[in-house]
C-alpha cells in the first residue's frame, strides 16, 4: 500500500462547477499537508499549504484536512477551464521532512 | 513568472555525453533541491542542499553529480546518461529543510533526452 493514495482521472468537469480533488494517506505522523498544481510541461506551483487539521481557503479554492480519517480535500469553486491542470496532493512530517507526493490527478475543465 | 530559473529548457545528448544543468534561485532561500519527473508520475526526490551542504542523497545512480556553488545556485552535472534517464528535471528551492518554511517552489525545469 502507497503512503499516500490520489485517482489519477482524468477528472472531466463542466466549466462553472465545483470540483473536488482527495487524497487518503496512511501514516498519522504527516502534519504538513500541501496541494500543487502541474500545467503540463512546467513545473509545479503551490496552491495550498496546511498545517494539522482544518480547513484553509484561497479565493476559489479550499483545502481542508480530517486527521481523523486520514483524507485531505481540495475544492476549486467556479471551475474555470484554465484550472485544468494536474493537481498534486503531498504531505511531510515533523520527523521527516522529505515530502511524500500523490500520483497527481489530471483535472479537465470543459468550456 | 517563477522565481527559479533552470537552463536549459531542452537537452538532447547522447550517451557519452557530458552536460550540466543549471538552477538559480532569487528568493534568498537557503535549501534546493533536485527532483526527477517521468510522464504521469509525482516527482522523485534526487538531491536535497540545505545551507550549502548536501543532505540527501536518494540512492541516484553516481552518473548524476549535483554542484552547489553558493545558496543560489545549483547544477546537475550529468555523464555517461542511459536512455531511461530522459525525464523533466526539476529545481526546486525552499525557505529553509523542513517545516514550517519549507514549502518548496519549482523551476519550470528542463527537459533532458538521452538517445
Known amino acids: 500500500q502507497k503512503e499516500v493514495e490520489q485517482d489519477p482521472g482524468p477528472l472531466s468537469v463542466p466549466e462553472g462547477a465545483i470540483v473536488s480533488l482527495n487524497c487518503t494517506y496512511s501514516?498519522?505522523?504527516?502534519?504538513?499537508f500541501m496541494w500543487y498544481r502541474q500545467y503540463s510541461r512546467k513545473g509545479p506551483e503551490l496552491l495550498m499549504y496546511?498545517?494539522s487539521s482544518g480547513n484553509k481557503e484561497d479565493g476559489r479554492f479550499t483545502a481542508q484536512v480530517d486527521k481523523s480519517s486520514k483524507y485531505i480535500s481540495l475544492f476549486i469553486r467556479d471551475s474555470q477551464p484554465s484550472d485544468s491542470a494536474t493537481y498534486l496532493c503531498a504531505m511531510s512530517s515533523d520527523s521527516n521532512y522529505q515530502l511524500i507526493w500523490g500520483a497527481g490527478t489530471k483535472l479537465i475543465i470543459k468550456p | 513568472d517563477t522565481e527559479v530559473t533552470q537552463t536549459p529548457k531542452h537537452l538532447v545528448m547522447g550517451m557519452t555525453n557530458k552536460k550540466s544543468l543549471k538552477c538559480e534561485q532569487h528568493?534568498?532561500?537557503?535549501?534546493m533541491y533536485w527532483y526527477k519527473q517521468k510522464a504521469k508520475k509525482p516527482p522523485e526526490l534526487m538531491f536535497v542542499y540545505s545551507y550549502e551542504k548536501l543532505s540527501i542523497n536518494e540512492s541516484v545512480p553516481s552518473r548524476f553529480s549535483p554542484e552547489c556553488p553558493n545558496s543560489s545556485l545549483l547544477n546537475l552535472h550529468l555523464h555517461a546518461l542511459q536512455p531511461e534517464d530522459s525525464a523533466l528535471y526539476l529545481c526546486?528551492?525552499?525557505?529553509?529543510?523542513?517545516?514550517?518554511?519549507?514549502?518548496?517552489?519549482f523551476g519550470e525545469g528542463s527537459r533532458l533526452t538521452v538517445l
Open positions: 528568493m534568498g532561500h537557503r535549501a
Open positions: 501514516n498519522s505522523a504527516f502534519q504538513y
Open positions: 526546486a528551492s525552499s525557505q529553509s529543510r523542513g517545516p514550517p518554511t519549507g514549502e518548496l517552489f
Open positions: 496546511t498545517y
